[in-house]
């Protein structure tokens, strides 16, 4: 009986008790709240239209993903990682703030990048990544800028070391 009470709360969702999303490994409950995305969403549709919109986010972020799985310089932070969660949760975090129609459902970046040692270096790389990514999905400069510019603050709940 006590196996199975734990088990049920290993499988659990983040907040209401739903299973895990299938490909996803069970994560530990958490809060669930729109402010975990780290940023507010941009206002109007612009961004979102100058990432083509749910589909062009969504290959953007498969192609970060993929990137920073393979890249030897930052790939070991990745390795033990749930890429299915990951690109889910990112693709979330992007939608959301690009106002594309999203909600965020992941945790809060200090708590989501606790005790994966991610120093400045690495985080440049992984924002060398997400240029390449975003550059292959031909949204243009001035539109990169203005999103790496909401996602800059959350360098202070990244960086652990």
């Known amino acids: ?14 907040q209401d008790g739903t299973p895990a999303i299938p490909g996803e490994a069970p994560v530990e409950r958490y809060r669930e709240d729109r402010a975990n995305a ?26 970060f993903v993929s990137a920073n799985f393979a890249d030897p310089r930052v790939g070991e932070i990745f390795m033990n990682q749930d890429r299915s ?6 693709f979330e ?22 005790n994966m040692g991610v120093q400045q270096a690495d985080m440049n790389r ?5 240029q390449k990514a975003m550059r292959a999905e031909h949204v243009s400069f001035a539109a990169q800028n203005r999103f790496l510019a909401k996602l800059a603050p959350m360098r202070r709940d990244i960086v652990g070391r």
């Open 93 to 114: 975090q992007f939608c959301y703030i690009l106002n594309a129609g999203c909600t965020y459902t992941g945790r809060d970046m200090r708590s989501a990048h606790k």
């Open 1 to 14: 009986m006590f196996l199975a009470a734990i088990t049920l709360i290993l499988m659990a969702g983040p």
């Open 85 to 90: 969660r990951l690109e889910r949760v990112l």
């Open 38 to 63: 780290g940023a507010l969403p941009f206002r109007g549709d612009d961004m979102a239209r100058a990432f083509n919109g749910q589909d062009g986010i969504r290959r953007i972020v498969g192609r």
């Open 126 to 130: 992984v924002v060398e990544n997400l």
